[in-house]
């Protein structure tokens, strides 16, 4: 038990550590960081049905399903018992 506990503050103190000296050249803007995100997922989406994984009407499809799933505040329709 007591080395779990000194693991714990370690990493905690590790964390703390690299959250107080983070490089200001590497924080990136809201924007920067959801195109990063929409590129990111628009390559695994094309590679995929360029495999054939599954087809563009298929994933649009999904896309729909998925979108009336998500009610206003971005909660699953499904979690909240719907």
Known sequence: M???STEI???R???TEM???FDP???VSN???LMSQIVSSEAVIRLLIEKGVFTKEEFLEMVNVVDSEIGKNGVVSQ???G
């Open 2 to 4: 007591e080395c779990w």
């Open 25 to 27: 050249e590497q924080i």
């Open 9 to 11: 503050k370690e990493l």
């Open 79 to 81: 979690m909240k018992g």
């Open 19 to 21: 959250a107080i000296t």
């Open 13 to 15: 103190e590790e964390v």
């Open 31 to 33: 924007n920067e960081l």
